[in-house]
C-alpha cells in the first residue's frame, strides 16, 4: 500500500468517525516498542445512542503491522453496547520483526475513532551478559569452559549471532546442552546461560590473553593467563583401528599426511606408522593440519582429513572401524628363492594362500616364466604324486600348496624369473627366482674293464668313454698316461677344448710293452685336467711269458728225468 493511499484511508476514516455517533479513547495514546514486540491498549467504546447496538471494530495500520481486539479474553471484531453503555477493549498489536525505527501511526476505528502512535526503536543494549568466570589459568593448548548468562530485556523474541574474538590460532565455539550453537532466539525476557569453549594454541607464549564473546553488538571481554607453552615440541595422533566385529586389527598401515602435501600435488606421506596386536597406534608429527589414511589388506580404506595436531598434544581420533571386502587373498612363499644342481632332482616351491574376505573362493593356479621344455606341478603335500589346477579356500582360512618345477636334463643354467598367480575374485601374484647351477662332474668308464694281459714287445689297449655329466661345460682338457720306464703309451684324444654338459668322448689308452719286460703286472695313471677340475684314472697291464717258454721247460724236464735215470742205471747195479 502506497503513502497516498494510506493518506486516503485515513481521511476517509477521520471524515466517517466524524459522521458517526459515539465514542473510543484511550488513556494511553503512544508507546515505544521494539521490533517484533507486541503492544496493548486498553480502549473505552461508548454508545452514546438511546438503544443497543452493535459496534464494527477496526484498526488502519502501516504494511506489516498485525493487530486484534480482545475482549473477556476472546478476538472479537464487533462489540454489542446497550444505550449510553460503555466497554474496556485491549486493542494488541504486532510490530513487525525487520520493521525500521521510526514512528508509525494506527487508527482504530469504533464508532468513533482514535489514532495511536507506536515509536519503533531499539534500545542500545537489549541484553544483560554475566559472565559466571572473567579470567582463567591454562596450559599452551588447553581447553577451558566459560558459562555466560544472557538475559533478554525486550518485551519481545530477540534473535541473537554469536561470535568470539580470539588470539591468534586460538579456536572457539558456543555449546548449549552439549551441542554448538551460533545463533539463539530468546524469548521476551528470557535468560540463558550459555557456554564459550576456547581452546587455545599450544605454541601460545606465557602470558595473559583477551577473549572477546560477542552477542550481536554487545560483548564481553574475558581473560586467559597462558601458565606453560609447549611452543617447538611435536604434537601427537591416536588412534585405535577395529575390524566391524570390534576384533582390533594389528600392522594396519596409518599414513599421515601433512595438508600441505595435497595442496600441491604431493603424495608424499609425512610419515607412516603401524598398529601394534591390539589396534592401536599413536604418531608423533610436527604440528600442522593432517590428512590421516588407515588402510590394510583385505580390507577398505578410511580417509580422515583436516585433523590438527598441535604442539605437545596428543590428537585423540578415537576408534576407527574398518570394512572387509568381501574377496581378498594374500599370498606368501616361504622359500622364494631357490639355488638348485641340475641333475639332483626337482626344485620345489612352498606358499600359502589365505583368504581374508568374508567370502569364500576358488583361486586358479599358474605359474609363468619357464622355458618351454620346462614342467611344473602344483600338488597339496611333498609326497602327492597328483598335480591340481585350482583350490578352495574357505573365508578366514588358508592352504598350503606346493610348486614342483620338472627340470629336463639338457636345462642350461642360469636364472629363471617366473611369476606365481592365484586368480579368484581377487588375484594375487608373487616373484619367483629359480637360480640352476651345474656341478663339475665328469664320468669315466673303460669299455671291457681296466685290466688286460699281454706279452713283452706286444701292445696293451684300452677304451672308455669320457662324460660330461654335472651340467656345466668343462673346458680345456688335457690327456695325460704315465706309464713305467721304457714303456711307449699313448692317448687318444689328448686334448678336448671343451666338452658340453651331457656330451661324452670315446678315449683310447695304447701302452706298447717293453720285448724285456718281466713277467709281472704293470700299472698305468690316465690324467684328466681341465679348467673346472682334475680326475686321475689306473690301468693295470698283467705282461705274461712269452708262449715258447712252456716248450723250453718242458725239454729242460724231460732232460732231467732222462739224466736221472741214466744215474739210476749206472749206479744202481753197484
Given at each position: ?74 478476538e472479537i471484531e464487533m462489540l454489542t453496547l446497550k444505550a449510553n453503555e460503555s466497554k474496556t477493549v485491549q486493542f494488541q498489536l504486532e510490530t513487525p520483526p525487520n520493521v525500521k525505527e521510526k514512528e508509525y501511526y494506527v487508527w482504530v476505528n469504533a464508532a468513533g475513532s482514535i489514532a495511536l502512535k507506536i515509536n519503533v526503536k ?453
Open positions: 500500500m502506497n503513502v497516498r493511499m494510506k493518506f486516503f484511508l485515513v481521511v476517509i476514516s477521520t471524515l466517517a468517525a466524524a459522521l458517526l455517533v459515539g465514542s473510543v479513547e484511550s488513556d494511553i495514546k503512544g508507546v515505544n516498542a521494539v521490533p517484533g514486540e507486541t503492544v496493548s491498549f486498553n480502549l473505552v467504546v461508548t454508545n452514546d445512542k438511546s438503544y443497543e447496538r452493535n459496534i464494527q471494530l477496526t484498526y488502519t495500520a502501516p504494511e506489516g503491522f498485525n493487530g486484534k481486539f480482545i475482549y473477556d479474553g476472546k531499539m534500545p542500545e543494549n537489549p541484553l544483560e551478559i554475566t559472565p559466571s568466570i572473567t579470567g582463567v589459568a591454562i596450559e599452551a593448548g588447553d581447553t577451558v569452559t566459560l558459562p555466560i548468562q544472557i538475559t533478554n530485556k525486550l518485551n519481545a523474541e530477540y534473535k541473537v549471532d554469536l561470535s568470539c574474538k580470539v588470539p591468534e590460532n586460538w579456536s572457539y565455539k558456543f555449546t548449549e546442552n552439549g551441542v554448538e550453537v551460533y545463533r539463539i532466539v530468546l524469548k521476551p525476557n528470557e535468560g540463558r546461560i550459555l557456554n564459550l569453549e576456547v581452546e587455545s594454541d599450544s605454541s601460545s607464549d606465557v602470558r595473559e590473553y583477551k577473549v572477546i564473546p560477542y552477542f550481536n553488538k554487545q560483548h564481553a571481554e574475558l581473560s586467559v593467563k597462558i601458565t606453560k607453552t609447549h611452543k617447538g615440541e611435536n604434537g601427537k595422533i591416536k588412534i585405535k583401528v577395529v575390524s566391524k566385529e570390534g576384533e582390533a586389527i594389528g600392522s594396519a598401515l596409518v599414513s599421515v599426511i601433512h595438508i600441505s602435501s595435497w595442496e600441491y600435488g604431493s603424495m608424499a606421506s609425512e610419515a607412516d606408522f603401524y598398529t601394534s596386536a591390539d589396534g592401536l597406534v599413536t604418531a608423533e608429527v610436527s604440528p600442522g593440519t593432517y590428512t590421516v589414511t588407515i588402510s590394510k589388506e583385505g580390507f577398505y580404506e578410511k580417509e580422515i582429513k583436516d585433523v590438527e595436531v598441535r604442539a605437545g598434544k596428543t590428537k585423540d581420533l578415537g576408534t576407527v572401524i574398518l570394512d572387509k571386502k568381501p574377496y581378498y587373498a594374500k599370498l606368501s612363499v616361504e622359500n622364494p628363492r631357490i639355488s638348485f644342481v641340475i641333475g639332483a632332482g626337482n626344485p620345489i616351491f612352498r606358499f600359502r594362500i589365505e583368504n581374508r574376505g568374508f567370502a569364500d573362493d576358488i583361486y586358479k593356479l599358474n605359474v609363468a616364466g619357464l622355458p618351454g621344455n620346462f614342467y611344473s606341478k602344483f600338488k597339496e603335500s611333498l609326497q602327492s604324486t597328483e598335480g591340481m589346477s585350482e583350490v578352495f579356500v574357505k573365508s578366514d582360512e588358508m592352504k598350503e600348496v606346493y610348486l614342483e618345477i620338472l627340470i629336463p636334463p639338457n636345462a642350461e643354467i642360469g636364472t629363471y624369473n617366473l611369476t606365481l598367480s592365484v586368480d579368484g575374485h581377487y588375484s594375487a601374484k608373487k616373484n619367483l627366482t629359480l637360480i640352476l647351477k651345474g656341478e663339475y662332474k665328469i664320468f669315466f668308464e673303460a669299455i671291457q674293464g681296466y685290466l688286460v694281459t699281454g706279452e713283452a714287445g706286444e701292445t696293451a689297449e684300452f677304451t672308455a668313454i669320457l662324460r660330461n655329466i654335472g651340467g656345466v661345460t668343462l673346458t680345456n682338457l688335457n690327456l695325460s698316461v704315465s706309464a713305467p720306464s721304457h714303456w711307449s703309451v699313448s692317448v687318444n684324444p689328448s686334448i678336448l677344448p671343451a666338452l658340453e654338459a651331457g656330451d661324452g668322448v670315446a678315449v683310447k689308452v695304447i701302452a706298447h710293452i717293453p720285448p724285456d719286460a718281466l713277467p709281472s703286472e704293470y700299472k698305468l695313471r690316465l690324467s684328466i685336467k681341465s679348467d673346472q677340475l682334475n680326475k686321475e684314472e689306473e690301468f693295470r697291464v698283467i705282461v705274461k711269458e712269452k708262449s715258447y717258454a712252456g716248450i723250453i721247460g718242458g725239454v729242460i724236464i724231460v732232460g732231467a728225468i732222462i739224466g736221472l735215470f741214466v744215474i739210476f742205471r749206472k749206479f744202481g747195479r753197484r
